[in-house]
């Protein structure tokens, strides 16, 4: 339901109080700055908005419309973000076209506790997951800028991301004409959220006149009855937009603390329930070799060696030509982060040329695909480096098995993704005191994890692989 601004004004001083100086909304003016003074509703208390993100198609988000552009004008909102939150978070104020078309400002909560501006380089100021930071914006269309203020300290001063003459394929979008819209949102269409973030205090005011501020809307969100949906149109009550998605009612006595995120639990091939010899693509439905033909190539489940139980999987290069790849797919594909786990046992008598395992995306281990990479050279263990290069990480023995586990993060500020290499226990993240890195994150983030030995130019290289393990992998019992 869309509110007149009187009518507005009228519902804001009936049901959240009136905190004006005088009968017509007016505010005095702050001598310090000559701007109309804005006052203050105070830090938030009792009931206030949940936000969540429980589709797949959808984001919780609480979207106020104005009734008509505010071309000069300030906004304020506490928004808490809480623990353990891996999404962004947005307060975002919109032109008239109300979409991403004519965001005027973005205010972005990122789950280190950056807070960042769309299209600003750099973090702009920090926020503590967990507590309240409240988000004050001001704009003037006469001057194209707006000025962020986080917990009442000033930010700085900014121009807006679009403008009147902002073209859009080629045909000039439908002006600004003020601030239309104002929303807080958690996430993006595409995730999904286990926490919720709150919100509450929302206040919009005209300061268009230098001596006084009008109050155009404001909410404390103690009108609703608890569990309220605000994205349930109901003509008496809501003054909230239909953008409003998975945004309910709640009460600061419901709120609980968080429960900090657990990894998943890995899955694990120990290679025992296949049988004895038989070639892997056969006998799984998970592994999977486009190179080990069972006649010059071999991918077997052998009881030679084993970590775990009594049989393990043994690769073969026997063909001058090629060598044997298997890969398992990781079940949601690229995964921008992980790790992989693989138990290796590399026989003194098998030893010819290296042994790898493989993170990329190319079931046959392609160069051209692949994101980093760890080889098992003569007597020592190697990291294939952002430069392509093989860097020495340590030594290691032959005939013992020797667990390797790959861990990759998120691109950082570098652009890059960090990667840990694990070796029986002990950590390495740099070499020499270098970082390491994947070597070709521009292929894009790794779906599948490879074992391979040999090269498609030598024969007699043959070792074992076990314990195969990692939360990425599809689990059978699912």
Same mark, same amino acid.
């Given at each position: 339901?869309?509110?007149?601004?009187?009518?507005?004004? /009228?519902?804001?001083?009936?049901?959240?109080?009136?905190?004006?100086?005088?009968?017509?909304?007016?505010?005095?003016?702050?001598?310090?700055?000559?701007?109309?003074?804005?006052?203050?509703?105070?830090?938030?208390?009792?009931?206030?908005?949940?936000?969540?993100?429980?589709? #797949?198609?959808?984001?919780?988000?609480?979207?106020?419309?104005?009734?008509?552009?505010?071309?000069?004008?300030?906004?304020? @909102?506490?928004? /808490?973000?809480?623990?353990?939150?891996?999404?962004?978070?947005?307060?975002?104020?919109?032109?008239?076209?109300?979409?991403?078309?004519?965001?005027?400002?973005?205010?972005?909560?990122?789950?280190?506790?950056?807070?960042?501006?769309?299209?600003?380089?750099?973090?702009?100021?920090?926020?503590?997951?967990?507590?309240?930071?409240?988000?004050?914006?001001?704009? =003037?269309?006469?001057?194209?800028?707006?000025?962020? !203020?986080? &917990?009442?300290?000033?930010?700085?001063?900014?121009?807006?991301?679009?403008?009147?003459?902002?073209?859009?394929?080629?045909?000039?979008?439908?002006?600004?004409?003020? @601030?239309?819209?104002?929303?807080?949102?958690?996430?993006?269409?595409?995730?999904?959220?286990?926490?919720?973030?709150?919100?509450?205090?929302?206040?919009?005011? #005209?300061?268009?006149?230098?001596?006084?501020?009008?109050?155009?809307?404001?909410?404390?969100?103690?009108?609703?009855?608890?569990?309220?949906?605000?994205?349930?149109?109901?003509?008496?009550?809501?003054?909230? $937009?239909?953008?409003?998605?998975?945004?309910?009612?709640?009460?600061?006595?419901?709120?609980?603390?968080?429960?900090?995120?657990?990894?998943?639990?890995?899955? +694990?091939?120990?290679?025992?329930?296949?049988?004895?010899?038989?070639?892997?693509? *056969?006998? !799984? &439905?998970?592994?999977?070799?486009?190179?080990?033909?069972?006649?010059?190539?071999?991918?077997?489940?052998?009881?030679?060696?084993?970590?775990?139980?009594?049989?393990?999987?043994?690769?073969?290069?026997?063909?001058?030509?090629?060598?044997?790849?298997?890969?398992?797919?990781?079940?949601?594909?690229?995964?921008? !982060?992980?790790? @992989?786990?693989?138990? +290796?046992?590399?026989?003194?008598?098998?030893? #010819?040329?290296?042994?790898?395992?493989?993170?990329?995306?190319?079931?046959?281990?392609?160069?051209?695909?692949?994101?980093?990479? @760890?080889?098992?050279?003569? $007597?020592?263990?190697?990291?294939?480096?952002?430069? *392509?290069?093989?860097?020495?990480?340590?030594?290691?023995?032959?005939? *013992?098995?020797?667990?390797?586990?790959?861990?990759?993060?998120?691109? =950082?500020?570098?652009?890059?993704?960090?990667?840990?290499?694990?070796?029986?226990?002990?950590?390495?993240?740099?070499?020499?005191?270098?970082?390491?890195?994947?070597?070709?994150?521009?292929?894009?983030?790794?779906?599948?994890?490879?074992?391979?030995?040999? =090269?498609?130019?030598?024969?007699?290289?043959?070792?074992?692989?076990?314990?195969?393990?990692?939360?990425?992998?599809?689990?059978?019992?699912?």
């Amino acid at each position: 339901m869309k509110q007149t601004l009187a009518t507005t004004i /009228l519902l804001s001083f009936i049901l959240t109080g009136c905190n004006s100086s005088s009968s017509d909304g007016s505010k005095p003016t702050d001598p310090g700055t000559g701007l109309p003074e804005i006052p203050e509703m105070g830090d938030p208390a009792g009931q206030r908005v949940a936000l969540s993100d429980v589709r #797949d198609d959808q984001s919780g988000q609480l979207f106020y419309q104005l009734e008509q552009g505010l071309t000069k004008g300030e906004a304020s @909102v506490y928004v /808490l973000y809480p623990e353990y939150e891996t999404e962004d978070v947005a307060v975002t104020l919109y032109g008239s076209t109300l979409d991403s078309k004519q965001r005027i400002i973005d205010v972005q909560f990122k789950e280190n506790g950056d807070i960042k501006l769309r299209d600003v380089d750099g973090v702009i100021s920090t926020h503590t997951p967990g507590e309240w930071t409240k988000v004050t914006v001001s704009w =003037d269309e006469a001057t194209e800028e707006s000025t962020l !203020s986080i &917990n009442d300290l000033e930010i700085g001063s900014y121009d807006f991301l679009v403008n009147e003459a902002k073209e859009d394929d080629g045909e000039t979008t439908k002006p600004l004409d003020g @601030v239309h819209g104002i929303a807080v949102k958690l996430s993006d269409n595409a995730g999904e959220s286990a926490y919720e973030t709150y919100v509450d205090n929302l206040s919009i005011y #005209d300061i268009t006149d230098s001596t006084e501020a009008v109050l155009v809307f404001e909410d404390d969100y103690e009108r609703y009855s608890l569990g309220e949906d605000l994205s349930i149109p109901d003509e008496n009550v809501h003054l909230y $937009s239909d953008k409003t998605k998975q945004a309910v009612i709640v009460d600061s006595d419901d709120e609980t603390d968080p429960e900090e995120p657990t990894d998943p639990e890995p899955v +694990v091939d120990d290679f025992e329930s296949y049988s004895l010899d038989e070639q892997i693509d *056969t006998a !799984s &439905n998970y592994l999977y070799t486009t190179t080990a033909n069972g006649m010059t190539t071999f991918a077997t489940i052998s009881n030679d060696f084993a970590e775990s139980g009594e049989q393990s999987l043994r690769l073969s290069d026997e063909d001058a030509s090629t060598k044997p790849v298997v890969s398992r797919a990781f079940a949601e594909g690229a995964a921008t !982060s992980g790790s @992989v786990t693989s138990k +290796v046992y590399i026989p003194t008598e098998g030893y #010819d040329k290296s042994t790898y395992i493989y993170l990329g995306n190319s079931e046959s281990a392609s160069s051209g695909s692949r994101f980093t990479e @760890v080889v098992f050279a003569s $007597s020592t263990i190697k990291f294939r480096d952002e430069n *392509t290069a093989q860097v020495n990480i340590e030594e290691y023995s032959k005939d *013992t098995w020797v667990s390797v586990t790959i861990s990759w993060g998120e691109e =950082d500020d570098t652009g890059k993704h960090p990667i840990t290499v694990n070796i029986d226990g002990t950590d390495y993240t740099e070499i020499e005191g270098v970082p390491m890195y994947a070597e070709n994150a521009g292929a894009g983030a790794p779906t599948l994890m490879a074992l391979y030995v040999g =090269d498609g130019s030598s024969v007699a290289t043959y070792s074992y692989f076990d314990d195969l393990s990692s939360s990425l992998f599809e689990d059978p019992a699912e």
